[in-house]
């Protein structure tokens, strides 16, 4: 499944000096399976992204090519080799899944093109896999659950059960709350996850529930998480087993939440690294532009995306369209010289984002749609723990 | 072990054995009697499930939106035979398969330009979201009883339709002998049309009971249709006893493989071997008796009376 954004194509026509080459950039997401909502947003983001930059960065002309990873390893790897390969881009971002990013990652490294992740943070690729040629707008997959366990510490929480899928973000999730958490771990769940994903949690939450445990810990993004968030609302946990989650209750599993009449899910606290409340320009820009656009809030997902965008462009219009030179491409890419929604943005000595993590909670907007707002923050630019097992070459 | 947990556990499993009979009836039904392997049969669970859906939201009733989404899913069940399954009887399975799995691909992606690719959720009654107490602390979802009590209503019915009426003999007769059948007057190409529409119904109702738990997706019943074909092969195919009875098998055992699996692999060793096997094994759990079957047994459990 392949969509080229016309936007680049019409501005090259209609411009005099369309004579450059356009730099492009491929963009791997999930396009089918129920997982294509979180898809979805990411290329709405991407689309507003282009608008916003007129299709350019400087004088050059940008394309986007969208491919689907089908929620898949596999298919993950041939869409990027395809776009590395056929299309010959300058630039692979996207990627929403740990594991299709992990199994990805060399057909883009080896070809020495740039790599830039718009949501999954393996911890691999934070640490000993790091490479110069891999940027991150997102986070390490670590970082937000031990954001999450160190509320859970202040809120008193003894002991608390864990539910995430069985892969590499999965994992991941588990083991950051398992850092900073200072409870004890009453038991842990890893389910079947991919494009036949286990959806039924009914034996778990038994066993979540049985454990005695303070508090429960999830992680399921995506289509997932409405799934899992009904479950517990029918299994009547909300008094006896308080939910603590991370990428589950979000732009994307909200409204289809409010529109079955969830209200247990109002006032559930969550952690991230971006709230469409944040207050600086370009956040207020794309929030209301995409609400405008799109008719309903943007996700973590998108505005990661929309970073990417503004990275890549940022660091073309800097070198003038002439990508020739990769030195001077990764040192412009690593100034992160571009107006981030987060309102700052650094990278770390690996490449991953250096930034500020908010304690967020699920509230009514003055519409009456259910959104997020900011509560207060938790980590002020926080580091991954894998950055210290990164040696970049 | 706590009684409380393992008896949760156990009518968790009976919930899903008893959604993995009604994919499985209709799949054995149209396996057996019509010897056509329909890999579609999963897309008919999904649009029960997006049909119930968007009816519910149109209503505002659960309950009103199932009746009518049963003979729409019928219907649909019936043109995909009469204009996909029929031309294709008399070619062999490979056929069938390529057919059926471009069908999928076909229905899958329809469904996202219909509904988008958000899926749909499915607001239940107040009565249906509460939590009825056993005994003691015991609580179970009331929708989960629903499942159940539906689910096992539906089996009744099914064996009352194939053996005690004119047409389940009939059905019974076509599963055992085809060309008989025909050969004494029958219009087996109604027959055939019928029983597709009742195979089609009944994994329709399963995709409509599931979804408001785990709301309608596209592709949820690709995962579900490889569980529903272990659970034939288990049962032997054509037979609605097999599918009923490898059904709650199965049923029982991944849930309480998944329950328990990690407890028992504790004993012998250490935690965190156990926690990173357990998920692993468990998944493998259900394929691993279906080996055996093949195996030991490789007409099934329960295969159908053929002369």
Known sequence: MRKVTTLALAASLLSTAAFAEPVKIGFVTTLTTGAAVIGQDMTNAVDLAMEHLGGKAGDTELEVIYADDGFAPETGKQATDKLVKQDDVDFVAGYIWSHVLLASRKSVLDADKILISANAGPSQMAGKLCDKNFFSTSWQNDQTPMAMGDVLNTQGVKSLYLMAPNYAAGKDMTAGVERTFKGEIAGKDLTKWGADAQLDFSAELAKAKASGADGLFVFYPGAAGGAFIKQYQQAGLKDTLPLYSVFTVDAISLPKLQQAGFTDVLGSKVTQQWDPSLDNEANKKFVTDFKAKYGHYPSYYGAQSYDAIMLIASAVEKLGGDLSDKDALRAALKEADFDSVRGKFKFGTNNMPVEDFFLREVVEDEDGVWTTKVVETVYTDHVDTYAADCKMN | MDTSLL?????????????????????????????????????????????????????????????????????????????????????????????????????????????????????????????????????????????????????????????????????????????????????????????????????????????????????????????????????????????????????????????????IFTLFMSPTAAENSAPAISAMLIYIIMACVLAFRPQGLFPPKVR
Not at chain 2, 43 to 57: K, N, R, V
Not at chain 2, 179 to 190: F, Q
């Open chain 2, 7 to 263: 008896v949760i556990q156990t009518l968790n499993g009976l919930q899903l054995g008893l959604l993995l009979f009604l994919v499985a009836s209709g799949l054995t039904l149209v396996f057996g009697i019509l010897d056509f392997v329909n890999l579609a049969h999963g897309s008919l669970y999904m649009l029960g499930a997006f049909f119930c859906a968007t009816l519910t939201i149109w209503f505002g009733s659960f309950i009103l939106a199932l009746l009518i989404s049963l003979p729409i899913t019928a219907l649909v069940g019936y043109l995909v035979e009469r204009f996909v399954a029929r031309p294709l009887y008399s070619r062999d399975h490979l056929d069938h398969v390529l057919a059926t799995f471009g069908l999928i691909l076909v229905i899958d992606t329809l469904t996202h330009m219909i509904w988008g690719p958000e899926g749909l959720a499915v607001p239940l009654p107040d009565w249906l979201r509460g939590q009825v107490t056993l005994w003691g602390d015991t609580v179970v979802p009331t929708f989960r009883l629903m499942i159940i009590g539906a689910g096992l209503a539906a089996a009744g019915g099914l064996f009352w339709l194939v053996n005690h009426t004119r047409l389940g003999m009939l059905i019974r007769a076509g599963a055992s002998n085809r060309t008989m059948v025909s050969a004494l007057g029958i219009d087996i190409e109604m027959l055939f049309g019928l029983v597709f529409a009742l195979g089609a119904a009944l994994a329709g109702l399963a995709g409509m009971l599931i979804a408001p738990i785990t709301e309608a997706n596209i592709g949820m019943g690709n995962g579900i249709i490889i569980t529903a074909f272990v659970v034939i092969i288990v049962g032997g195919i054509g037979s609605i006893k097999g599918a009923f009875i490898a059904a709650l098998l199965i049923g029982l055992i991944d849930t309480l493989g998944r329950s328990f699996l990690d407890d």
